[in-house]
């Protein structure tokens, strides 16, 4: 099993800026990728950020340019670094790691509010 929890998230203005931080504990071996997903209300859970085990990165064109997604793994760290916020990057925003063959693991999500 692999146990994910989100912080960082809160209310900030447009234009602001949050850096959520996942801590990745438990049976972490063979984790092949890890992502951000957000689900806004009444919309669909979608994917912002993946990085793969060789620290590949992709983006959702929403937030390409704005967010970065990172790994350390030393730590068992997953980071979302995200700028120039906007209202519609309001969400649930959710940790996800994969592993080949296994059902993917979340965390239980953190808040994210954008002010305009």
């Known amino acids: 099993q692999v146990q994910l929890v989100e912080s960082g998230g809160g209310l900030v203005q447009a234009g602001g800026s949050l850096r959520l931080s996942c801590v990745v504990s438990g049976n972490t071996f063979r984790i092949t990728g890890m992502g951000w997903y957000r689900q806004a209300p009444g919309k669909e859970r979608e994917l912002v950020a993946f990085?793969?085990?060789?620290?590949?990165?992709s983006y959702a064109d929403s937030v390409k340019g704005r967010f970065t997604i990172s790994r350390d793994n030393a730590k068992n760290m997953l980071y979302l670094e995200m700028n120039s916020l906007k209202p519609e990057d309001t969400a649930v925003y959710y940790c996800n790691a994969q592993k080949l063959f296994r059902t993917p693991y979340w965390g239980q999500g953190t808040h994210v509010t954008v002010s305009s």
């Open positions: 990085i793969n085990s060789g620290g590949n990165t």
